[in-house]
Antibody
């Protein structure tokens, strides 16, 4: 059974940092692109970043460039999102998701999400 | 960035009746390979999003055949042939042709 379990969320002050993790199981993690999507409280979905199987290609939305870094450790079946210089508007539930087939860009499995709250 | 819009934003439905959601992109999301890079997701209350449709019209694994996607270029539609109570939630379209991938604002479907 495919499982994605996010962790690392919490309350952080503006300007602070946090590292989110996504533990994958039930599939060969190293075969898949992986992505992060976030959702501010009561709002819609926003795509954040994506990483290729071997980490050689990374893309992200402009609003997080220079502040957020997506990475992965295939040996640990884990995806990460390093958040820094956090702002109030980064407050959201962060979901990791698997990209089933890169050519289709379909996010077929999602984790349950981890909440990041940026507040003083 | 490609801007996605949806209508309506709220859709009260009667169980058993059909429902339709429109999604429009600010640019064509038809790739030269002939595929429309448009996916549909449903986020049920309190749950993570789930994939319904990919490449505009292909149902994801396990998705009931009452769901169908159509359209091309900039105009797309998600149809539910007969809404069931379990279909309530927020439906999002998402373009995946260009980085950054972008979602529509969502259409909230609930039971009348």
């Amino acid at each position: 059974e495919v499982q994605l379990v996010e962790s690392g969320g919490g309350l952080v002050q503006p300007g602070g940092s946090l590292r989110l993790s996504c533990a994958a199981s039930g599939f060969t993690f190293s075969n898949y692109w992986m992505t992060w999507v976030r959702q501010a409280p009561g709002k819609g979905l926003e795509w954040v970043a994506i990483i290729k199987q071997d980490g050689s290609q990374i893309y992200s939305v402009d609003s997080v460039k220079g502040r957020f870094t997506i990475s992965r450790d295939n040996a640990k079946n884990s995806l990460y999102l390093q958040l820094s210089s956090l702002r109030a508007e980064d407050t959201a539930v962060y979901y990791c998701a698997r990209v089933a087939v890169w050519e289709l860009r379909d996010f077929d499995f999602w984790g349950q999400g981890t909440l990041v709250t940026v507040s003083s | 960035d490609i801007v996605m819009t949806q209508s309506p934003l709220s859709l009260p439905v009667t169980p058993g009746e059909p429902a339709s959601i429109s999604c429009r992109s600010s640019q064509r999301i038809l790739h030269s390979n002939g595929n429309n890079y448009l996916n549909w997701y449903l986020q049920k209350p309190g749950q993570s999003p789930q994939l319904l449709i990919y490449l505009g019209s292909n149902r994801a694994s396990g998705v009931p055949d009452r769901f169908s996607g159509s359209g091309s270029g900039t105009d797309f539609t998600l149809k539910i042939s007969g809404v069931e109570a379990e279909d309530v939630g927020v439906y999002y379209c998402m373009q995946v042709l260009e980085i950054p991938f972008t979602f529509g604002p969502g259409t909230k479907v609930d039971i009348k």
